[in-house]
């Protein structure tokens, strides 16, 4: 069984930046692709960011292509979304997600319910 815990959210201003983390832990970790999701107040969740499982593709959301990078460290079992140039409308729950192992994946086409292990999420605030 997959377990995840985020960490490094908080209050942050606008432009400011800020690096929040997933300690992964279970089998396989380095072998499946990870992913951070967000729920701001009010909406449904939605996809921010994914790696796959060497590290080779990534794939962002527009809103946050250019200020967000997705990056892992399979020695530590962690995935990390550095967040630069935040704005007021970033703020939200950050939750990381997990993939089964040794799947195909489609960047471009990944939605919550390709992942099946979920993180009981980090508030990112981000004040005007």
């Known amino acids: 069984q997959v377990q995840l815990v985020e960490s490094g959210g908080g209050l942050v201003q606008t432009g400011e930046s800020l690096t929040i983390s997933c300690a992964a832990s279970?089998?396989?970790?380095?072998?499946?692709?990870l992913g951070w999701f967000r729920r701001a107040p009010g909406k449904d969740r939605e996809f921010v960011s994914a790696?796959?499982?060497?590290?080779?593709?990534?794939y962002y959301a527009d809103s946050v292509t250019g200020r967000f990078t997705i990056s892992r460290d399979n020695t530590k079992d962690t995935v990390y979304l550095q967040m630069n140039n935040l704005k007021p409308e970033d703020t939200a729950v950050y939750y990381c997600?997990?993939?089964?192992?040794?799947?195909?994946?489609?960047?471009?086409?990944?939605?919550?319910?390709?992942?099946?292990?979920w993180g009981q999420g980090t508030q990112v605030t981000v004040s005007s």
């Open positions: 997600a997990a993939r089964k192992p040794f799947l195909t994946t489609i960047m471009g086409t990944l939605q919550s319910f390709h992942f099946n292990s």
């Open positions: 279970g089998p396989q970790i380095s072998s499946r692709t």
């Open positions: 790696i796959s499982s060497d590290s080779g593709r990534t």
